[in-house]
């Protein structure tokens, strides 16, 4: 089979401003109601998957008076949302250093379980003072160390899940016994940092069990990668960045033994319109709404400080630290951006709306030409879309790029399978892999 171009997009995207434009219903009923909306458009559009980001905290307290509230659990919004869809898959954050394995092993196969095998685990090792502070932890631990945290908790969570196998179910009823308990794998794991017993009371779900996402863009975070993570989340600036991104993954996966690399899916956040024209009076729109207040008040997370200065003037050169102990990729993308041009700080901190990653404004066919250009020169295998978080923006993707994508035979035109390792073209893992 040819090589398809994967669409995901987040799930949620309006925390940054766009909550103040007068169409946007605030209330909880009304975020309800946008998210089933925005799940069965992207399930129109044949998306593989949603994706649902999660820090494990509300952020700086500086971003607070400007952020919505209803920006629900990753977890249970899945769950809901896969109830009233078929096919859409829910890609879920969860903390490998902060959350319990087991917890997250249970939580994610029942959720696979309950959306027909269309769940994936954004395997994230939690980089924020303020995600450390709600789990009793003293502090932030050392980045390296998060990874090992992490390495051990994907062996526990895969074990767990690999508990039963596809015969351990015996379902005699005459006899009156379920399982065959010699085929149960108990994992009984004793390990650095987890002592999990287990098993787990759930069976294989029917895509084996959820597909692992994962972000790691530091070397160690890399490897990390290239040997777990069967997609893999990135963000860059440029298709220069994301081909030499792409190729060191399929690097570093192939020293790792991978014979099939990850798929590569960059972010990349889009404003379209039927013509440029209208795409750029869009993204006026999205300039009036967004919220430098929050944008400056958000980058305190990665230690950028732009808050105090002149919106209408130059960034200052001492918001960038020379480094920082919580997120080196992020600095370096937000600095890059900072240098390009010479922005006044109101500009540069519209440029982060999309963290560091990249954006584009245009037609239908200029997007859909973006995206494949970046598809065919291998810079991704697809993408984790946003939107500028304004009414109709993403409905509008998949009514007029969606389509176009489809006559130009870079994305399919209806779902083949149910699951979303159907939709990834993934193989269901064997029994006891830890990697795809
Ligand atoms: C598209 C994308 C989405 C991400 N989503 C999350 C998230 O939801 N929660 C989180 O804690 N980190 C998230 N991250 C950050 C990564 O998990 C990771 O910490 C980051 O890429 C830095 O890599 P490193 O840990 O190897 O330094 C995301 C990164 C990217 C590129």
Known sequence: MSRELHLLAFGNTRSAGPWRHPDIDNSTAGVRRALIER?????????????????????????????????????????????????????????????????????????????????????VTSFARAAADNFSAAGVV???????????????????????????????????????????????HHGRHFDVAGPIGAARSAQGRPVIFQAGSSPTGRDFAARHAEVIFTSHGTQRGAREFYTDIHRRATLAGRERPPLVTPSLRFIVGSTEEEAHRAERAAYEYFSPEYQAAWLLEVDVDVTGADLDGPVPAGAFPDGTETHQTALAGYRALAADGSPTVREFLYRTVNGWGANVVGSHEQIADRLEDWFTSGAADGFVLSD?????????????????????????????????????????????????
């Open 388 to 436: 500028s978080g304004l009414p109709g923006q993403f409905e509008l993707f998949v009514e007029q790029v969606v389509p176009l994508l489809r006559k130009r035979g870079l994305v399919r035109h209806e779902y083949r399978g149910t699951t979303l390792r159907d939709h990834l073209g993934l193989p269901v893992p064997q029994r006891d892999e830890v990697s795809a």
């Open 39 to 123: 799940a069965k458009a992207a399930e129109a559009g044949g998306f593989d998957a949603l994706f649902f980001a999660d820090g494990l905290n509300y952020g700086p307290p500086a971003t607070w008076p400007y952020k919505i509230t209803e920006d629900f659990e990753p977890l249970t919004t899945a769950a809901a949302l896969s109830s009233v869809t078929e096919h859409v898959g829910f890609v879920v954050t969860g903390s490998a250093s902060l959350a319990h394995p087991y917890h997250l092993a249970r939580q994610l196969l029942s959720v696979d379980h309950l959306s027909g095998g269309r769940t994936g685990w954004n395997l």
């Open 142 to 188: 050392d980045h390296d160390e998060r990874y090992r945290i992490a390495e051990e908790a994907i062996e526990v969570v895969t074990k767990l899940w690999d508990s039963w196998g596809p015969d351990t179910i015996i379902e005699d009823r005459s006899a009156g016994i379920y399982n065959d308990v010699s085929r149960i794998r108990v994992p009984n």
